[in-house]
């Protein structure tokens, strides 16, 4: 009865370990940078001067990049698109849809950092994990602001397919 009681108390033990812990992945500064002045130049070729932020999991700036006319709320404009997408784990177009007057998540709106606005998405590896997310500002609409996040994702799609 001792050894199993002994056996017992080692194996909730090392479930404890286990669950003390976690792992995740997260964008290496080099594929935030590429990510975001891809995003940039795609807007650039486009005739639209732009800023972008990209966050890692946790929506702490990994990287930004601003064109040159930019204006000059793009810095915070920008992240807080990729800060409200890795937060909520979503797209900012799906979340200003969804967070409108009425709707029963409109309170998001009152939150200091959430930007529910299009032009932030999730950067999620092969898999399906979160490992950032990308925030674009400064275009001349959200939508555009979009197109432009997820070619920032394209460019590094290959070396997070893993």
Known sequence: MKAFTLALAMTAGTAAAQDALVDFQVLTPELALRAAVAAMETCRDQGYQVGVTVVDRSGLPQAFVRDRFAGLH?????????????????????????????????????????????????????????????????????????????????????????
């Not at 997408?85 to 177009?93: H, M, N």
């Not at 959430?114 to 925030?135: F, Q």
């Open 74 to 162: 793009v810095y915070e404009t920008s992240r807080r698109k990729a800060w409200t997408a890795v937060s909520f784990r979503t797209a900012t177009s799906d979340l200003a849809a969804s967070t409108e007057a009425g709707q029963i998540s409109s309170g998001i709106r009152l939150l200091s950092e959430a930007l529910p606005l299009g032009g932030g998405l999730m950067i999620n590896e092969g898999g399906g994990g979160m490992v950032g997310g990308i925030g674009v500002s400064g275009a001349p609409g959200p939508e555009l602001d979009e197109i432009c996040a997820e070619a920032g994702i394209a460019a590094i799609a290959d070396d997070i397919a893993f």
